[in-house]
C-alpha cells in the first residue's frame, strides 16, 4: 500500500461485500456493509478491470463466502467458551459491529487504514463497542507479538484469530511471524485464506487480479499450492482442520456458480495451534 493512505484493495473489497450482500444474502447479510462507505472511496471495479463478467459475480460471491465461513467457525469457538478475536488485517470489516457475541475484539491493521476507518464509523454514525481494541501495526516492521501483548491479549487464554486476504500480501518473513504466533498459541485458531500461484493454475483471471492489485501498491508476494500450505502449517506445529476451494465454499452456502469445484484459485482454511 502507499505510505500515508488507507489501503486501496481494503475500499475495493469493502464494496464487494456491499455490492454482494444485497445480491446473494443467503451467503452472508451485512446491512452495516454499506453504511460504512459513508464518502467516496475506491470502488470495487478497480479490481474488476480485465475480469469477465461472471468471473467478477463468482470473485464476488467468494468474499461473501469466505466472511460467512470464518462468522460460523467463531460461533462454534463462542459456544466452546472462546472469548477473544484477533482480526488481522481488518479493513472495513464489520464483524466486531455486527456481532452480538460477549467477546473482545482486537482489530490489527496498519495504521493508516486503522486512522481511515475508525473516521468512517464515526461518520457513519457507527458505535464502537467498548469490546473493540484497535491494533495499529506495520506487519513488516513490528510483531504481532509485540503489538497484540501491549493491546492487552491473553495467551494464556484461548483465542479465535481471523486473516482474510491477508497472507497473500506479505512477505515470507512477516507470513512466518504471523502464523508462529497464531499456532504457537496453546487453544488458539485460525481462520484464513491463501492463493495457489497464478502460474501453477494457468487461470488467467489469477494473473490478471495480481496484476491489479499490484498497480495499487500491493502486490502478490506469498502464494502457495494446497500441499505447500498444508506443509506450512504443520512446519509450525499447527493442525489443519478444514480447508475449503472457493467454489466449493460458494457452492456449500448455496452460492451460483457455473464453474466445477476446483482446487485453483483461492482456499480458506481454518487451523488450530498446538
Request: aromatic share 6%.
Amino acid at each position: 500500500m502507499h505510505t500515508g493512505r488507507p489501503s486501496d484493495t481494503a475500499a475495493a473489497i469493502a464494496h464487494i461485500r456491499a455490492k454482494y450482500s444485497k445480491l446473494h444474502p443467503e451467503i452472508l447479510a451485512d446491512p452495516l456493509a454499506d453504511r460504512i462507505l459513508c464518502e467516496p472511496v475506491l470502488d470495487h471495479t478497480v479490481l474488476d478491470r480485465g475480469l469477465a463478467p461472471d468471473v467478477a459475480h463468482r470473485r464476488g460471491q467468494y468474499i461473501l463466502a469466505r466472511s460467512r465461513f470464518a462468522d460460523d467457525r467463531l460461533a462454534a469457538a463462542v459456544d466452546r467458551g472462546v472469548d477473544q478475536v484477533v482480526i488481522l488485517g481488518a479493513g472495513l470489516d464489520t464483524t466486531a459491529y455486527r456481532s452480538g457475541h460477549d467477546v473482545r475484539f482486537f482489530e490489527v491493521d496498519h495504521p493508516d487504514t486503522q486512522t481511515w476507518k475508525q473516521r468512517l464509523l464515526t461518520e457513519a454514525t457507527i458505535p464502537v463497542p467498548d469490546t473493540v481494541t484497535f491494533v495499529p501495526t506495520d506487519f513488516e516492521q513490528t510483531t504481532l507479538a509485540e503489538e497484540l501483548a501491549k493491546a492487552g491479549l491473553d495467551r494464556s487464554r484461548s483465542a479465535v484469530y481471523i486473516a482474510l486476504g491477508v497472507t497473500v500480501y506479505l512477505t515470507r518473513t512477516a507470513l512466518d511471524d504471523m502464523l508462529g504466533y497464531i499456532l504457537h498459541h496453546r487453544g488458539g485458531e485460525a481462520v484464513l485464506d491463501y492463493f495457489n500461484p497464478p502460474h501453477h493454475t494457468g487461470a488467467d483471471h489469477l494473473h490478471t487480479r495480481a496484476e491489479s492489485t499490484a498497480r495499487l501498491g500491493e502486490p502478490w508476494r506469498s502464494c502457495f499450492t494446497a500441499d505447500e500450505f498444508h506443509h506450512l502449517v504443520r512446519s509450525f506445529g499447527g493442525q489443519l482442520l478444514e480447508d475449503h476451494s472457493a467454489s466449493e465454499l460458494v457452492a456449500a452456502y448455496g452460492g451460483r456458480t457455473e464453474v466445477p469445484s476446483t482446487a485453483a484459485g483461492p482456499h480458506v482454511a481454518h487451523c488450530s495451534g498446538r
